[in-house]
T-cell receptor, first 115, second 114 residues
Framework: KQEVTQIPAALSVPEGENLVLNCSFT??????LQWFRQDPGKGLTSLLL?????REQTSGRLNASLDKSSGRSTLYIAASQPGDSATYLC??????????????FGQGTILTVHP | EAQVTQNPRYLITVTGKKLTVTCSQN?????MSWYRQDPGLGLRQIYY???????DKGDVPEGYKVSRKEKRNFPLILESPSPNQTSLYFC?????????????FGPGTRLTVL
């Protein structure tokens, strides 16, 4: 059964810092990995999707990498801003067996960027 | 605008009173699913559907039913709600390209069962 772990559980940084969020998964049979953002009480917004054949994806100040063989992904946020404060969720889309198409989520990293 | 809509957004009900949470998507997606989100447990899949009339159980299906009579709609039915079904529920949809398709999520339904 796929398990996804995110470290750290919470992170508080001053504005302007570069930061890294970590995600690890146990089963490398995946189609893709997605990073989502969730604001309090709101839905999930997709930030980046990395296909299993890719190594990284970039969008603005965000860069996500994927090392499928070691079961790891990182989300790099450059020059953090208070508006980046949210919960960041990592999810993998399983490729194998009866779990086809299912997303397995990590517990999330709660990010606070203070002015 | 591409979107997944859910209704109602908030619901307070009592034990045993049947309810339905609706979900609709306008992107002609084949794949739809329901998740629940609980503190400390994260997001867990309840049911999913790969196309019309094709549904299957996720990780936590007990106490829930779904149907997929039309491609755009995927309602979640609680026949006899119980307090342990108090949670934040999300509907999601995606295409079937598997490696490239982003999952789109609805805004969530916060359900309280008294």
């Amino acid at each position: 059964k796929q398990e996804v772990t995110q470290i750290p559980a919470a992170l508080s940084v001053p504005e302007g810092e570069n930061l890294v969020l970590n995600c690890s998964f146990t089963d490398s049979a995946i189609y893709n990995l997605q990073w989502f953002r969730q604001d309090p009480g709101k839905g999930l917004t997709s930030l980046l999707l990395i296909q299993s054949s890719q190594r990284e994806q970039t969008s603005g100040r965000l860069n996500a990498s994927l090392d499928k063989s070691s079961g790891r992904s990182t989300l790099y946020i450059a020059a953090s801003q208070p508006g980046d404060s949210a919960t960041y969720l990592c999810a993998v889309k399983d490729a194998g067996g009866t779990s086809y198409g299912k997303l397995t989520f990590g517990q999330g990293t709660i990010l606070t960027v203070h002015p | 605008e591409a979107q997944v809509t859910q209704n109602p957004r908030y619901l307070i009900t009592v034990t045993g009173k049947k309810l339905t949470v609706t979900c609709s998507q306008n992107m002609n997606h084949e794949y739809m699913s329901w998740y629940r989100q609980d503190p400390g447990l994260g997001l867990r899949q309840i049911y999913y559907s790969m196309n019309v009339e094709v549904t299957d159980k996720g990780d936590v299906p007990e106490g829930y039913k779904v149907s997929r009579k039309e491609k755009r709609n995927f309602p979640l039915i609680l026949e006899s709600p119980s307090p342990n079904q108090t949670s934040l529920y999300f509907c999601a949809s995606s295409g079937w390209a598997s490696s490239t398709d982003t999952q789109y999520f609805g805004p969530g339904t916060r359900l309280t069962v008294l």
